[in-house]
């Protein structure tokens, strides 16, 4: 799943090319929060895991659709829905996106990618609807059955 998903993101990325940082960033909004927990962690098992109300089955946001609920929340609903629909994908700015996603997971974001805050904003917005875009071909979130077959 995780080598699918990495191909995707790669194959929606301007010229294809996108550096360790940004896709350890898609990574961390896009794919299922099992794939973060399956490396063993770096807490003991016997440390309790604090619930934050933003993580959810996946990723930091609960995967794509996740995402797309806290685009809808954050003002970002038209732009996203363009980019789950057929049609053009509506661009958005660094700024707008990072008010969306909030203070907390671009801090994540930065951290696991080793990029600024600004730095990984002004990627995201870049990337962000093109992958949303590949992850949707049907103009809807897929089932978990489509998603399994990204393999």
């Given amino acids: ?7 995707m993101i790669r194959s929606s990325a301007p010229g294809g090319n ?7 960033a898609l990574l961390a909004l896009f794919a299922s929060g099992a794939l973060f927990r399956s490396g063993g962690g770096d807490r003991p098992a016997d440390t309790p895991k604090q ?4 993580e959810g089955a996946g990723g930091l946001l609960g995967g794509l659709g996740g995402l797309l609920d806290k685009l809808q929340k954050g003002g970002l609903g038209n732009a996203a ?4 629909g057929s049609g053009q994908n ?4 660094p700024g707008q996106l990072g008010s969306a996603l909030g203070p907390d997971i671009v801090k994540v974001l930065a951290q696991r990618s080793g990029l600024s805050e600004e730095e990984i904003t002004n ?6 609807p ?3 875009d590949k992850l949707t071909p049907q103009g809807r979130l897929p089932t978990v059955a489509e998603l399994s077959e990204l393999r």
Avoid: C, F, H
Avoid at 81 to 84: L, M, P, Q, R
Avoid at 123 to 128: D, E, I, K, T, W
């Fill in 51 to 54: 619930p934050t109300s933003d």
């Fill in 18 to 24: 996108i550096g360790k940082p940004l896709m350890l």
């Fill in 130 to 132: 093109g992958v949303v």
């Fill in 1 to 7: 799943m995780m080598a699918g998903l990495e191909d």
């Fill in 90 to 93: 509506q661009p958005v700015s």
């Fill in 123 to 128: 990627q995201l917005s870049q990337a962000v």
């Fill in 81 to 84: 829905n363009s980019w789950v």
